[in-house]
């Protein structure tokens, strides 16, 4: 035949090589379809099996998210170890020089972080110490002067510290406090309107802090409050139940910041959650995303710096977990990433 | 014909190539018998390490661990039997931090005075 054939062939093996190219794309293609799911999908950046710990205490600066302290199920911890976002590696920095304990504190002020509060199996904790990343030396500051407690919330914003509810052995507790870096001292504020809780959280959105969740007394909070750290005044959003659709309320759970939308995530509410809830600071509206692909946790660890979220450690009851994984809000969820 | 021929077997060869994308297979790769190892690497006037799984870096450690200050091992020797037990740590499943006790066990200078 060499190159002379008929027409009626060549159409036909373009038939085919046409047929053959859909079978093709439709195989490259075959994961999207067009349900209606949650946007959002985590990677999985777990490098190394038995660290596992709860109830760190972290904080982000820069690139480099911290996590020390904590609770393994048989001890209370003093290692603290840093995550490097961009080289994927961990490396172990200066031990914390106060008493091994969980459910404390971590806050960045500017560049350098402070851990402090919490409980070391027996009291519940008031000191605290800054850590210095640049000459990796931790430093004790001034002690917190009111009741000794843990499960509390803290945040830095505008160059100083804020610390405030927590349970400190008897009661969960509603008061927050104000630490200056620059005088090494505390101050107390006044106006907060909640109600006192312990296992809260916060997200930062520039220049607006957002606090809620939390329990006490065995009743799970529903409100929902930003502060603003010009007129240290608080000021009441949205019930986190507000739609019926809304299951944000839960406690022990992590607030982080990505891309200038807050978000609430894991935690507890009866059991451990994977759930978690977007929040659009315009609209005071709240959206699911994709779970947490890995194991339900609460008292979990976040580092996220605006741009990027990596989550893990925490525990599911008693099982303690060792794993992170980085959150993509606006990726579809993939299973084998 | 031959232009056929050539076609078909292009798309036989797409498709076998997706194939072995899409289930994972590798071939040709052995698989190292202990893909967890380390390596030394200098830093300032001392040592460092890093513990790696394949090629993919899991730790990085420029400065001595639980040691305040940014203090490299004084020597690779020294480096080196550390990062041998954190990586013995990490094959029996134990936690990967170390301790100031097994610091002192590994003889690492720095830790006499604990």
Redesign the interface.
């Known amino acids: 035949?060499?190159y002379i054939?008929n027409m009626k062939e060549r159409v036909n093996?373009i038939r085919m090589?046409t047929m053959?190219s859909l079978?093709?794309c439709l195989?490259?293609s075959c994961s999207s379809d067009d349900e209606e799911e949650d946007l959002g999908n985590w990677i999985d950046k777990s490098?190394?099996?038995?660290?596992?710990r709860s109830g760190s205490a972290y904080f982000t600066i820069g690139n480099i998210g911290y996590s020390g302290v904590g609770y393994?199920g048989d001890d209370y911890?003093t290692?603290l170890?840093a995550y490097?976002m961009d080289?994927?590696?961990?490396?172990?920095?200066?031990?914390f020089p106060g008493t091994a304990r969980n459910a404390a504190v971590g806050f960045a002020i500017n560049d350098k972080g402070y851990i402090g509060s919490g409980y070391d199996g027996l009291d519940e904790l008031s000191d605290f110490y800054s850590y210095d990343p640049s000459?990796?030396?931790?430093t004790a500051i001034a002690p917190f002067p009111s009741t000794p407690r843990r499960s509390a919330i803290a945040f830095g914003i505008n160059g100083y510290g804020y610390f405030g509810t927590g349970f400190d052995g008897d009661n969960d507790r509603k008061d927050f406090w104000k630490y200056d870096p620059s005088s090494d001292s505390w101050s107390e504020l006044v106006g907060f309107g909640g109600d006192k809780r312990r296992a809260a959280t916060t997200f930062t959105i520039g220049d607006t802090v957002y606090m809620g969740t939390g329990v006490s007394n065995g009743i799970y909070l529903n409100d929902f409050w930003t502060f603003d750290p010009a007129t240290e005044s608080w000021t009441q959003k949205l019930d986190l139940d507000e739609e019926d659709d809304y299951s944000i309320v839960r406690s022990n759970a992590l607030g982080f910041t990505l891309n200038d939308h807050g978000y609430i995530a894991t935690g507890t509410y009866g059991g451990t959650l994977q759930s978690i809830w977007e929040y659009d600071p315009s609209t005071d509206t709240w959206e699911s995303k994709t779970d947490f692909e890995r194991t339900s946790r609460q008292d979990a660890v976040v580092f996220s710096n605006n741009v990027r979220a990596f989550i893990g450690l925490g525990r599911t009851g008693s099982l303690y977990l060792d794993d992170l994984e980085e959150f993509l809000p606006y990726d579809e969820y993939d299973d084998e990433d | 014909m031959k232009r056929i021929l050539v076609a078909y077997t292009l798309i036989a060869v797409v498709t076998g190539l997706l194939f072995l994308r899409f289930t994972d297979f590798s071939y040709g790769t052995t698989k190292s018998k202990t893909p967890l190892h380390s390596e030394i690497f200098e830093v300032g006037d001392g040592y460092g390490y890093q513990i790696l799984l394949e090629d993919k870096v899991l730790i990085r450690q420029e400065y001595i661990p639980i040691l305040e200050g940014n203090r490299p091992f004084a020597t690779a020797k020294n480096a080196d039997r550390t990062a041998n037990k954190v990586i013995t740590k990490i094959l029996k499943k134990e936690s990967p931090i170390l301790t100031i006790s097994e610091l002192k066990e590994l003889q690492i200078p720095e830790f006499n005075l604990y």
């Open positions: 035949m060499k054939y093996h090589l053959a079978t093709l195989m490259a490098v190394f099996d038995g660290s596992p393994d911890l290692s170890w490097d080289g994927d590696y961990w490396s172990q920095k200066a031990d000459t990796n030396t931790w």
